[in-house]
Nanobody, 128 residues
Framework: VQLQASGGGLAQAGGSLRLSCAAS????????MGWFRQAPGKEREFVAA??????????VYSDSVKGRFTISRENAKNTVNLQMNSLKPEDTAVYYC????????????????????WGQGTQVTVSS
Protein backbone atom coordinates (compact mmCIF):
# COMPACT_ATOMS: atom_id res chain seq x y z
CA VAL A 1 0.00 0.00 0.00
CA GLN A 2 1.33 3.41 -0.91
CA LEU A 3 0.50 6.34 1.32
CA GLN A 4 0.31 9.91 0.10
CA ALA A 5 0.32 12.66 2.68
CA SER A 6 -0.86 16.18 2.00
CA GLY A 7 -1.65 19.34 3.86
CA GLY A 8 0.51 21.01 6.43
CA GLY A 9 2.16 24.36 6.05
CA LEU A 10 2.48 27.39 8.25
CA ALA A 11 0.09 28.49 10.98
CA GLN A 12 0.12 30.86 13.90
CA ALA A 13 -0.19 29.63 17.43
CA GLY A 14 -3.84 28.96 18.16
CA GLY A 15 -4.58 28.33 14.52
CA SER A 16 -5.55 25.21 12.64
CA LEU A 17 -4.24 22.98 9.90
CA ARG A 18 -5.43 19.75 8.38
CA LEU A 19 -3.35 16.85 7.15
CA SER A 20 -4.61 14.09 4.93
CA CYS A 21 -3.21 10.69 4.08
CA ALA A 22 -4.56 8.60 1.23
CA ALA A 23 -3.80 4.92 0.83
CA SER A 24 -3.74 3.64 -2.71
CA UNK A 25 -5.58 0.65 -4.02
CA UNK A 26 -8.88 -0.98 -3.23
CA UNK A 27 -10.86 -0.01 -0.17
CA UNK A 28 -9.24 -1.53 2.87
CA UNK A 29 -11.63 -3.30 5.20
CA UNK A 30 -9.10 -3.64 7.99
CA UNK A 31 -6.43 -1.06 8.55
CA UNK A 32 -4.60 0.96 11.13
CA MET A 33 -3.33 4.36 10.11
CA GLY A 34 -1.26 6.53 12.36
CA TRP A 35 0.42 9.90 12.36
CA PHE A 36 3.88 10.42 13.76
CA ARG A 37 5.96 13.55 13.90
CA GLN A 38 9.60 14.38 14.21
CA ALA A 39 10.97 17.74 15.27
CA PRO A 40 14.58 18.75 14.58
CA GLY A 41 16.93 17.02 16.96
CA LYS A 42 14.17 14.91 18.47
CA GLU A 43 13.00 11.35 18.04
CA ARG A 44 9.93 10.47 16.05
CA GLU A 45 6.87 10.48 18.27
CA PHE A 46 3.36 9.13 17.99
CA VAL A 47 0.56 11.64 17.44
CA ALA A 48 -2.69 9.81 16.70
CA ALA A 49 -4.05 6.69 15.06
CA UNK A 50 -7.29 5.30 13.77
CA UNK A 51 -8.19 1.66 13.40
CA UNK A 52 -11.01 0.32 11.30
CA UNK A 53 -12.27 -3.23 11.18
CA UNK A 54 -15.44 -3.82 9.25
CA UNK A 55 -17.93 -1.29 10.53
CA UNK A 56 -16.01 -0.41 13.68
CA UNK A 57 -13.60 2.46 14.16
CA UNK A 58 -11.45 3.42 17.11
CA UNK A 59 -8.98 6.22 17.71
CA VAL A 60 -5.94 6.73 19.89
CA TYR A 61 -4.23 10.02 20.73
CA SER A 62 -1.05 11.02 22.44
CA ASP A 63 -1.53 13.05 25.58
CA SER A 64 0.18 16.02 23.96
CA VAL A 65 -2.51 16.41 21.29
CA LYS A 66 -5.59 14.99 22.99
CA GLY A 67 -8.43 17.49 22.86
CA ARG A 68 -6.75 19.54 20.14
CA PHE A 69 -6.29 17.09 17.27
CA THR A 70 -8.94 14.90 15.69
CA ILE A 71 -8.22 11.94 13.46
CA SER A 72 -10.97 10.65 11.21
CA ARG A 73 -11.55 8.52 8.20
CA GLU A 74 -13.49 9.70 5.18
CA ASN A 75 -16.56 7.56 4.59
CA ALA A 76 -15.56 4.09 3.44
CA LYS A 77 -12.44 5.49 1.87
CA ASN A 78 -8.78 4.90 2.43
CA THR A 79 -8.24 8.53 3.35
CA VAL A 80 -7.58 9.70 6.88
CA ASN A 81 -7.60 13.31 8.00
CA LEU A 82 -5.84 14.83 10.97
CA GLN A 83 -7.51 18.06 11.99
CA MET A 84 -5.14 20.07 14.14
CA ASN A 85 -6.63 22.89 16.20
CA SER A 86 -5.22 25.14 18.89
CA LEU A 87 -1.79 24.65 17.44
CA LYS A 88 1.26 25.37 19.55
CA PRO A 89 4.83 26.14 18.49
CA GLU A 90 5.85 22.78 19.94
CA ASP A 91 3.67 21.10 17.30
CA THR A 92 6.23 22.17 14.71
CA ALA A 93 7.61 19.05 13.08
CA VAL A 94 7.61 16.91 9.99
CA TYR A 95 4.49 14.78 10.13
CA TYR A 96 4.39 11.27 8.69
CA CYS A 97 1.44 8.99 8.10
CA UNK A 98 1.92 5.28 8.49
CA UNK A 99 -0.27 2.27 8.02
CA UNK A 100 -0.62 -1.46 8.20
CA UNK A 101 -3.44 -3.69 6.92
CA UNK A 102 -4.44 -5.04 10.28
CA UNK A 103 -6.00 -3.84 13.49
CA UNK A 104 -3.12 -3.14 15.81
CA UNK A 105 -3.64 -3.73 19.49
CA UNK A 106 -3.57 -0.61 21.62
CA UNK A 107 -0.09 -1.22 22.97
CA UNK A 108 1.33 -1.40 19.45
CA UNK A 109 -0.48 1.55 17.93
CA UNK A 110 2.00 4.04 19.33
CA UNK A 111 5.08 2.12 18.17
CA UNK A 112 6.44 3.20 14.80
CA UNK A 113 7.93 -0.22 14.08
CA UNK A 114 4.40 -1.65 14.09
CA UNK A 115 3.66 0.00 10.77
CA UNK A 116 4.64 -1.33 7.36
CA UNK A 117 3.65 1.50 5.07
CA TRP A 118 4.91 5.07 5.32
CA GLY A 119 4.06 8.21 3.47
CA GLN A 120 6.39 11.04 2.74
CA GLY A 121 6.68 13.65 5.44
CA THR A 122 4.87 16.94 5.39
CA GLN A 123 6.10 19.99 7.24
CA VAL A 124 4.00 21.73 9.87
CA THR A 125 5.35 24.99 11.25
CA VAL A 126 3.61 26.89 14.02
CA SER A 127 4.80 30.38 14.77
CA SER A 128 4.38 32.03 18.13
Amino acid sequence: VQLQASGGGLAQAGGSLRLSCAASGRTLSVYTMGWFRQAPGKEREFVAAIRWYGGSTSTVYSDSVKGRFTISRENAKNTVNLQMNSLKPEDTAVYYCAGIPKRLISSMVTVSDSYADWGQGTQVTVSS
